[in-house]
């Protein structure tokens, strides 16, 4: 019949022509599947298998269990995958930290950052893969990521300069500019927790957050 279906055409592909579905799935429902597989199989190899300069966009493909058609489809390049997975950490501790935040607001101070160094700790450190995704693969990729890790560097100095300035406005911390200081809190956090994470730094995670806050405390201290 002019204008109709072909014999040999199957159910399948007449559904998934009309109404972009196929088993059930949107388009966009299959393809964010896909994403959040390439996304966790790059964190198994980025994270703890050979590394992120070490991987291949085949190996990628074959631990995911998806061909490299579909990962044209989702990424770019696997740069693209380590800048989205740098980011969802970063965003996952973030939120980890602003939670924390939100419930100690009416703690003293001691009490307060070491609730929310442990929130940020344990949200990077629950995962061995995204310290190592956060604090080593990130460097040294190219300028693209170079950019990303110092504007995520500057959202966590801006979180601190933040906290300062309401430490100010409840009589714990002296009154002064505190960029410089976050400045230099933040690349102590990041390279206390990389030596961690490496094995540099024989000391258990508590210890290493306990050491956090007192820094943070002798930061904030009023000058005498």
């Not at 949200?123 to 190219?142: C, H, K, L, N």
């Not at 100010?168 to 206390?192: C, H, K, Q």
Request: hydrophobic letters at 45%.
């Amino acid at each position: 019949m002019a204008g109709g279906t072909s014999e040999g055409e199957g159910l399948t592909e007449r559904l998934k022509r009309s109404t972009g579905r196929y088993a059930g799935k949107a388009a966009t429902e299959r393809h964010a599947e896909r994403r959040r597989k390439f996304l966790d199989a790059a964190l198994e190899l980025f994270g703890a298998g050979p590394g992120y300069q070490a991987t291949t966009v085949a190996a990628l493909c074959e631990t995911a269990g998806l061909s490299t058609r579909q990962f044209y489809e989702e990424f770019r390049t696997l740069e693209d995958v380590l800048a989205v997975l740098h980011l969802e950490v970063n965003d996952y501790a973030e939120r980890a930290v602003l939670d924390a935040l939100a419930q100690t607001g009416d703690l003293p101070a001691a009490e307060r950052y070491g609730s929310v160094f442990r929130a940020y700790a344990a949200s990077i450190a629950e995962d061995p893969r995204r310290i190592r995704i956060t604090f080593t693969e990130i460097v040294g990729v190219g300028p693209r990521m170079d950019e990303q890790r110092l504007s995520r560097r500057a959202r966590w100095i801006d979180l601190i300069r933040t906290e300062a300035a309401a430490a100010v406005g409840r009589g714990e911390a002296a009154d002064r500019d505190y960029r410089l200081a976050a400045a230099a809190f933040i690349g102590s956090v990041n390279g206390l927790l990389h030596d961690w994470a490496a094995g540099w730094v024989d000391a258990t995670l508590d210890e290493v957050v306990d050491e956090l806050v007192r820094l943070l405390l002798a930061l904030l201290r009023s000058a005498e």
